[in-house]
């Protein structure tokens, strides 16, 4: 079955940087989009980050410049590279993929971004 689990969370201060990844099996992972998104305390569910099969890149405007989206197809894996973090950048985050028609979430991470 699908899954996608999520790593690499934690806290940093501001100006820092976090990694985050997001191993996936189950399916075919080269030829799926891959999406981060995430939820702040309180607030709703905001879309981060996408990448194409063919690795084509998009970013929400609040996060471009700062944070940049990867994968490694030979490891299954997405990366989130978020850089000059800013306390509001705390949020859980999640990676998801559409495949064969239905929606698929990790579990999400935590990113605590405070002095």
């Known amino acids: 079955q699908v899954q996608l689990v999520e790593s690499g969370g934690g806290l940093a201060q501001p100006g820092g940087s976090l990694r985050l990844s997001c191993a996936a099996s189950?399916?075919?992972?080269?030829?799926?989009?891959m999406s981060w998104a995430r939820q702040a305390p309180g607030k709703g569910l905001e879309w981060v980050s996408g990448?194409?099969?063919?690795?084509?890149?998009h970013y929400a405007e609040s996060v471009k410049g700062r944070f940049t989206i990867s994968r490694d197809n030979a490891k299954n894996t997405l990366y989130l590279q978020m850089n000059s973090l800013k306390a509001e950048d705390t949020a859980v985050y999640y990676c998801?993929?559409?495949?064969?028609?239905?929606?698929?979430w990790g579990q999400g991470a935590q990113v605590t971004v405070s002095s």
């Open positions: 990448i194409g099969s063919d690795s084509v890149t």
């Open positions: 189950g399916f075919t992972f080269s030829s799926n989009a």
């Open positions: 998801y993929a559409e495949v064969n028609d239905s929606w698929y």
